[in-house]
Structure formats: C-alpha cells, structure tokens
C-alpha cells in the first residue's frame, strides 16, 4: 500500500472527509427509516412517532413473515446455485484450456448487454415448458442466471490472481486437480467467493421486476413485489410511509449481512494468503 | 503422452465449467434465440405470429423517439461512467488503508447497495421532490438555494443530474468493492520494494497500482459502461423519461414497444441491435483492456 | 411457432354440471390501486359461495406489462380486470372472452354504467363489465375556503369562478397555494381537464378515437384558464413537475384550496383530518361532466373455468354486492338503479358524484396508452406546451397533429 501520512493535519483531514463522506451517503436512509416512524396525514402512523407503518405492512396481504420467508428462500437458493456454479467455472477458466473456452466466457458476459426486460417474456414461457413457472426454484434459476457474468469474471481473475507454484507444489505432491481446487485455492481466493456471494444474496433478495413476473400466487410473492403492492394507490400515487417502512425492513438484514461479513474480509486481507 | 495429459487437462476444464454452460444454455441462450425468432415476425400477445422481415427493423430508423435515446443514452453513459468511476476508484483508494474506523466508513459506503434498484429509485424520488422531500428544505437552511429546486424535474440538465446522483449513491459503493478487491491483492512487498528503490506514491500508483489492477478495472468498466447503455430502471421510476422526453433511454423505448404498444416484434428487433453492438463494443473493450495482461498458460 | 401448449399440466375444467358454483378455484387479478375494492368482492363471495376466488394484486405501474407476458405465455388468469381506458386495446387484442349474449341475459343490464360497457365493446361485442368506478370531481378544503371570506359550503360552479376562489386561498399566503395540478402527467391531465371540456360542448378526439380534436376552441378555454393560474402562480409552482406519485398527496396535506381530484380518495382526504367538499367538475362557463374511470372486468379468452368465472362476475353486479359490499363501504356502484340506496342516501356528497356519471364520460381509443397516458407520448408534450410553452395555439396545432397520428398508427 502506499506510504501513508502520519501526520496530525493528514490524519484529521483524512477522517473529516471520511466522515462528510459517510453522512452523505447515509442520508437518504436515514430519511426513509425517519420518514417510516414520524406522523403521516393519511398512513399507518397518523400522529406522534410510532411504527404503525411497520404493522400495516406486517398485516399486509399475507403477512410478513410470508413474504419474508420467500425471499430467504429465494436468496439463499440463488447463493448456493450461483457459487456452485461459477467457481468450479472460475477455476476452469483460469487454470485450464478447452476448446470453446473463450466462447463460453463470452456467452456468459453478454448476459450483460441483453436488456433483462426482453428476456422476460421468453423466459417466462421456457419455465412453463420446464414445468418451472410460478415456483420458488425457477425464479431462483433465474435470477443465478443473471448474476453469473459478475460471478464468473470475479472467480476467474481470482484464480488467475493466485499464482500457479501453489497448484504445481500440491500436484507433485500428488493432487488431483479436484483436490487442489478444494484443498488449496479455495482458501485462497476465499475473499472473491465472499464478494460473489454477497452481490448474490443482495441481488436476489431485493430485485422486484423478475419475481413479479415469473410469480403469480400472491402466497408465493417475495417481499419486494409485497411491499411495491402496498405503496401504489390510486392515479400513481404513492404511499410513501410505506415505501419507507419497506425500504428498512428490505435493507435491514442486508446491512446485517454486510457487518457480519465485513470481518471475514479483513481478515481475509490480512492473512496474507495472496503475498507472492 | 503429453497430447494424452493435454487432452485429460481440456476433459478436466470442460467438466468444470459445464454447469456454467448448462445454465447459460438453458436459461440464456434459449430465451435469446426466441428474442431472435420474435424479432422477425409480427407477434400478436394472443394468435399466431405472422413472419413480417424486415419490417420490424427497418421501422427502428423511423423511430424518431430512438434514435433521440440512442444520443441521450450515450451521453448519459459517458458523463456517468466518468463520474461513477472517479467516485469508486476514489472511495476505494480512501478504505483500503488499515485506519481504526475504517471498517465503518466501508460499510457506509456499501450501504445503498442493501436497498434493491427499483425502491433506491422511489426513495431518491421522494427525497429530491420538490415539495414534500427534505433536500430543498435543508438547503434553504444551509443557504445554498433560495427557493425550492425541481431536481428531478426541473430541466434536462437536472433531470440528468439527478439520475446520475442516484446511480453514483447507490453503484459507488458496489463498484468500490470491487476495486477493492483488487486493490486488496497487491502484495504490500512490491510497494516497499519501490519506496526503497525511491519511487514516490504517485510514481508506484502509475506504475504498480494501476497496471496491477488492471483485469478488476476491466471488470469494473465492462459493467458500468453495459449497466448506463443499457439503463432503465433509474429513468423509468425517477424521471418517466423527461422532462419532455430528454431523458429517455434506448432500453425504455424497448419496454414501450413491448409492453405500452404491446409490439413484441418491434421489441426484440430492437433489443437484437441494442445486444449485437454491445457485443461488438464490449469484445473491443476487452481485447484492449486485457492485452499482455494474460497470465501464460504453460 | 406454437408455444406453451394449452392444457400442458392445467387442471382441465371440472366436468359441466347444471351449477356453475361447484368449488372450482378461479384466479384473478386486480391491479394494486383497486385492491382494496377487489377484495372486499371477493372475500365476500368466497363466503357465501362454493367457488373460491385467488385474488393477486399486480402493482398499477407493471400490470400492462404482466398482462402481456402471461398472454405471451398463454397463461393469463381466469379474470383480470383492466383500467377502463385500456379495454379497448385489450378487447382489440382478443385477450378478453366474448360474453355478450352472458351480459344480455342479465336483467338489469341496461343499468350497468354505459361509459364502461361501450369501452368494454369492440366490433359490436362485449368483453367486459364494470368493476370499480372512479371519478373526476372537484374537491375543495373547507377550512381554507372560511379563512379566505368564501362559503364554505359552495365550490365552485363555473371554472372561472374556480379560479377566482383559488385567486382569493393563494392571498392567503405562506405555502398555501390556490390549486394545483400535476403537470407532468399525462393521465393525470386527462382525467382532470377533459371533464371541462366535455362540460362546454367540445370533445379531445373523435368519436371513434382515430383524431384528435385538440386544437378547437372549447380545449383552448380550459387550456387557457389553467394557463393563466401557472402564470400567476396561484397553481401550485411545483406541481409543474408533477409526475403523479404525490400529485393527490398535495391536497391531502391541507395546502391547496381547491382542486379536481380522484372521487375514490375522498376518505383517504378526510382521514387526514380535511373537511372537503365535492362537485362535478365544470367547464369555463357552467356545465358539468366527469371522467368515468375505474377498472373493468372480463373472463380471459384462455381461460377453462369460464362458467364459474362468469358466476363471479354476475354475482358482482347484483344488488347482495353492490349495495351490500361497495356501497356501504361508500363505494361507487355500478349500477344506476341502485344509485338511491341507503348508504348512498347517508352521504349528500355520495349521491352528487352518483348523479353525475349519467353526464360523464369515458373516451373511446385502441391507441389510448401509447398517446395519452404514456410519458413518453404525445399527449404529455402538448398538454405541458399549452400550460407552460411560449404558444398556446401551436402547442394545441402541432400537438394534435402528432396526437392524431399517434391514435391513427397501427
């Protein structure tokens, strides 16, 4: 890392920009978990700070716990799915030649440049042929799907980032291939599998257009369409108390998920285990 | 011998990346060729389609709402990705030195990623209006306006404004973990190795930190430059494409023919051009990006 | 290319037995800003019936869009209801089932709101009947009419007199504002402006929506009244930018003295504590009209529970519903031989807005999306042209031009 000032001026600098910084961006979250429990002529919470927008909206439909199980569901099907996929993919791309190799790294990354609403149509009528349509599985497929381009580019540098001693060390010891990738690189590029996993979860868990779509038993919906539902009153209006109480309820676990994680990564960092 | 390892080596390779290509096959390729075959027929929502080539694209060059999105879209993605870019790199740069509370600037950053694209949208519409939102009355307090700005409305110019101020809320932290990553995996060694030799920092960040960065960087690039060109959700859902269509992109002109004039020809013919010239810009894009970048494969 | 094959893992209809309420499970879905009425039916006939109805609400923004993927996909639900503005896209398209020889053999059938049975026509048969109604009228804020020195107890009869009290409500300063309206948004327009039109004589468009007939001089009266209110700042400045999402939440706060708004939100108004008034919406000079809008029901042309889907819909429409279910949870009916009922009767303001749909409206276009509600379509450009650009006459000029092609493509 670059020489780093250690003088008292620098030092305060750093943390006064730091600090602006973060109010910045924490702002408008701040506003919306605000904007949930102050009083709202015409909402769950009339008068006085409260959290009756958070029970009209555990009320809703049916109820909370409902919808916030599917969406667990969901996530944590497109996690596993997306990692199962994509690092043994990652460590064939970076560690192996084969023909269409390139090929299918390509395929993989235009999922990128389609815009996702012309797929949907399509994609809706191959889950009816797959027997798939309005099921918790096919929408978790589908949105695996769109994460493998961010996964299999971030796997792939991650392996091709490691440097090949560490495989030709474990193989004249006798490894199979299977047995380095488990045994070895795995650690090794444990920060890049963290990384896919977590975009995968938050992705999944807060996307709205795919599950709206590919989903149509209100049982089965994922808090996303839930809480969009609520909002949307008469002639476009919206009800922003709502809104807000969803939009904490939505990014709560995720922040969760993110502190938890948080400490996996610097420590990952700093195990050394990338020091050539 | 050899040829018989080499072959074991590609047997090997293709077995791992075949649940790749199961998935992509299925759940991208086959919906794709179906986005193809549409394109080229009249396709009523109920009935048989009938085949109408080329008619669906040679209606695209008649779409004066289009071609205007084409422009727009590619402005807006330059002046984005700059400043996207800049925003990531910069925060990056700031979190990957081990201060005490660093920890928790990081997390501040990431935060807006938490919240899904459609609400962050909704949210930032509310928090720029004009009447009900907190920004005008806070900047009236601090006396930077004095009187209530239309953010997200207001003229082209803050329409723009507004929806990159959204992106670059909700994306910088994303992509700053990604650079960070990257960042992450530079060894300390070489930098100190440099500050013996004399190198000053930003002589080792030109010459190590950014060459060494550079597949992340293309990572990072590929998807902001594909994610503005191909943006919807922020123009949708905070501007409606205006004031008075300037800030209509190609992708909503897409979701218009489709699901406002229900004519899913037209749609996949457009969403076929839109797809083969990122195809073509993105193979430059990486050719260039990755050259005599590739660890040899010995 | 034949996709999706129909019966491919559905249930097949239960066998045709003489009662079409066997227990059959019939889906529908209703978009989210009507689910509240929706529900209510539906709730209530699953009580009392053997047939039970899955009822999804579809966000209001998306439900085009879900609409045409699930009919892409040959799987569309047994009902569907559809913003009456929409019917004739939807009946042109074949989405809907022919029930017209159904809808003959009810026996009130010509009391059934006229406006949502002609949109729910196309080449003389009917697709759909109505569901939920919603209306254009004047709302004004009672407490701001006695701070400003006018009765209370009388809105306004002609648009200029509307603009007049407005006038007198903006003098009252601070961030009261007169009126308001959204204006950048071209649903919202229609179903505020036109009324007025109506009111005087004059028409936005033909009859069979094919042209426009935006530059006549009843449309340039209203464009010019609403013009005027901008230019002198007694229209709210910010509702210029309007986009929708809070357009009603701006009268809802208490700030705006007067103001047409949607009739179905008149409960949500006076839930926040405001003691409103309502009247028809007028035109320049006198006169009285409304947009009849709300949401239309109809079988989908895919579905195989038809009988039971049918039994539903009539069910709706009789008197146990009606009466018993929307109007006492002061709801509009539609019906307009049950408008005198005894809910009806308990709100004096109920009863205006029920005598008013025999002169309102609800126009008439296959292309209505594409060129009226569409941000992106030609309608928003000249309405905000008129009541913000530098010509009025033009905006109207070029603007139906473009109007009249957008609602004559194919």
Redesign the interface.
Do not use: H, K
């Given at each position: 890392?670059?020489?780093?000032t250690r003088s008292p001026g620098g030092r305060t600098g750093?943390?006064t920009?730091?600090t602006a910084?973060?109010i910045l961006?924490?702002f408008?979250?701040v506003?919306?978990g605000w904007?949930s429990v102050k009083p709202t002529?015409?909402s769950g919470q009339?008068s006085g700070y409260g959290f009756g927008n958070f029970v009209a909206l555990a009320h809703y439909?049916h109820g909370l716990p409902t919808y916030f199980l599917n969406s667990a569901v969901v996530a944590v099907m497109t996690v596993i799915g997306t990692l199962?996929?994509?690092v043994?993919?990652g460590?064939?791309?970076a560690?192996?030649?084969?023909?269409?190799?390139d090929l299918?790294f390509?395929?993989?990354?235009?999922?990128?440049?389609?815009?996702?609403?012309?797929?949907?149509?399509?994609?809706?009528?191959?889950l009816?042929?797959l027997?798939l349509?309005n099921s918790l599985v096919g929408l978790a497929?589908?949105l695996?799907?769109f994460q493998?381009p961010?996964a299999?580019?971030?796997m792939r540098?991650?392996f091709?980032?490691v440097p090949?001693e560490l495989d030709e060390a474990a193989m004249l010891d006798g490894c199979s291939?299977f047995q380095v990738l488990t045994r070895i690189l795995l650690h090794a590029v444990r920060?890049?599998i963290v990384?896919v996993a977590l975009?995968a979860f938050?992705a999944s868990?807060?996307?709205?257009?795919v599950p709206?779509?590919l989903i149509?038993?209100?049982d089965k919906s994922p808090l996303?369409?839930a809480?969009?539902?609520?909002?949307?009153?008469?002639?476009?209006?919206?009800d922003?108390a709502v809104?807000?109480a969803?939009?904490v309820v939505?990014?709560l676990p995720?922040?969760l998920l993110?502190?938890i994680l948080?400490?996996g990564y610097?420590r990952g960092?700093?195990s050394g285990s990338?020091?050539? | 011998m050899r040829s018989t390892r080499r072959d074991r080596r590609q047997l090997l390779g293709m077995a791992y990346a075949t649940p790749l290509a199961v998935i992509v096959g299925v759940f991208f390729l086959v919906p794709l060729a179906l986005v193809m075959w549409m394109s080229l027929h009249d396709w009523p929502l109920l009935g048989e389609p009938t085949i109408n080539l080329p008619a669906n694209y040679t209606r695209i060059a008649d779409n004066s709402l289009f071609v205007d999105a084409v422009w727009f879209t590619l402005t807006y993605t330059i002046i984005v990705t700059v400043v996207l870019f800049t925003a990531a790199f910069g925060l990056a740069l700031l979190v990957q030195r081990h201060r005490p509370g660093v920890g928790l600037f990081r997390t501040a950053f990431f935060l807006p990623g938490a919240v899904g694209f459609a609400t962050a949208s909704l949210l930032f519409y509310g928090l720029l209006s004009r009447d009900l939102g907190p920004l005008n009355p806070i900047l009236s307090a601090l006396g930077i306006i004095n009187k209530p700005v239309s953010w997200v409305s207001g003229s082209p110019n803050l329409a723009l404004a507004s929806s990159i101020g959204l992106v670059v809320w909700r994306f910088a932290g994303f992509n700053m973990l990604i650079l960070l990553t990257g960042l992450q995996a530079i060894p300390e060694d070489v930098y100190e190795a440099a500050t013996v030799d004399g190198a000053g920092r930003w002589q080792q960040f030109i010459r190590i930190t950014v060459p060494l960065l550079r597949p992340t960087i293309a990572l990072v690039l590929i998807l902001m430059l594909t994610g503005s060109l191909l943006a919807f959700d922020q123009f949708y859902i905070l501007t409606n494409g205006g004031p008075d269509n300037s800030t209509t992109s190609v992708v909503m002109v897409i979701v218009r023919e489709a699901f406002t004039r229900f004519d899913l020809g037209s749609a996949a013919a457009v969403s076929v051009v839109v797809l083969a010239t990122l195809i073509m810009f993105n193979v430059l894009q990486l050719q260039v990006l990755r050259r005599g970048d590739r660890p040899e494969d010995r | 290319m034949v996709w999706g094959g129909s019966g491919c893992g559905k249930s097949k209809e239960a066998k045709p037995s003489g009662n079409p309420d066997d227990g059959t499970k019939i889906t529908m879905w209703t978009r989210a800003a009507t689910e509240t009425q929706s529900k209510l039916l539906v709730d209530a006939y699953n009580a009392s019936h053997k047939n039970k109805v899955e009822l999804t609400p579809i966000p209001t923004d998306n439900y085009a869009q879900k609409i045409a993927t699930a009919a892409g996909g040959k799987s569309l639900p047994d009902l569907f209801a559809a913003d009456v503005i929409f019917a004739p896209n939807y009946t042109s398209k074949h989405l809907f089932l022919d029930i017209t020889a159904r809808i003959d053999a009810l026996p009130f059938k010509d009391s059934l709101a006229p406006a949502h049975i002609k949109l729910g026509t196309y080449q003389g048969k009917k697709y759909a009947v109505p569901h939920t109604l919603d209306l254009s009228v004047i709302f004004w804020n009672k407490d701001l009419y006695t701070k400003a020195g006018l009765d209370p107890e009388k809105g306004p009869t002609t648009l200029k007199e509307l603009a007049e009290h407005a006038k007198k409500i903006q003098a009252l300063g601070g961030d009261i504002a007169g009126t308001t309206e959204a204006g950048n948004c071209g649903g919202c327009g229609v179903f505020t402006l036109w009324p007025s039109v109506w009111a005087a004589g004059g028409d936005v468009m033909n009859a069979e929506g094919t042209q426009g007939t935006l530059d006549t001089p009843q449309v340039k009266a209203v464009m010019s009244i609403w013009r005027q209110l901008y230019a002198d700042g007694i229209a709210e400045p910010g509702s210029k930018d309007e986009q929708g999402p809070t357009w009603v939440g701006r009268f809802q706060s208490g700030k705006v003295g007067v103001a047409p708004m949607p009739s179905t939100t008149l409960a949500m108004m006076e839930g926040a504590g405001l003691k409103v008034g309502v009247i028809p919406i007028p035109g320049p000079d006198g006169g009285q009209s409304t947009f009849v809008g709300g949401d239309v029901l109809g079988i989908s042309a895919t579905s195989e529970h038809a009988d039971a889907a049918w039994d539903f819909l009539a069910w709706s429409l009789s008197e146990a519903a009606q009466v018993e279910v929307l109007a006492k949870h002061k709801d509009l009916i539609a019906r307009t031989d049950l408008a005198e009922n005894k809910y009806s009767a308990a709100d004096p303001r109920v009863v205006t807005t029920l005598k008013v749909i025999a002169q309102g409206r609800t126009p008439f276009a296959l292309n209505f999306n594409q060129t009226f509600n569409d941000p992106q379509g030609p309608w928003l450009a000249t309405l905000r042209g008129a009541l913000f650009g530098p010509d009025l006459d033009k905006a109207l000029a070029d603007g139906n031009a473009k109007v009249t092609a957008s609602l004559s493509q194919k």
């Open positions: 890392m670059s020489a780093v750093y943390y920009t730091m910084l973060a961006f924490l408008p979250l506003w919306a904007a002529p015409g009339q439909g199962v996929v994509s043994p993919a460590y064939a791309f560690r192996f030649r084969f023909p269409g190799r299918l390509l395929a993989t990354l235009a999922i990128l440049m389609v815009p996702y609403p012309t797929l949907l149509i399509p994609l809706y009528v191959l009816g042929w027997g349509q497929l589908v695996m799907m493998l961010f299999a580019f971030i540098n991650s091709e980032a090949r291939s920060p890049g990384t975009f938050l868990w807060s996307d709205f257009v709206l779509i149509s038993s209100p996303p369409v809480v969009v539902n609520m909002q949307q009153r008469v002639f476009g209006s919206i922003y809104l807000e969803g939009v939505l990014a995720c922040v993110f502190l948080q400490r610097v960092f700093m990338l020091r050539g | - | -």
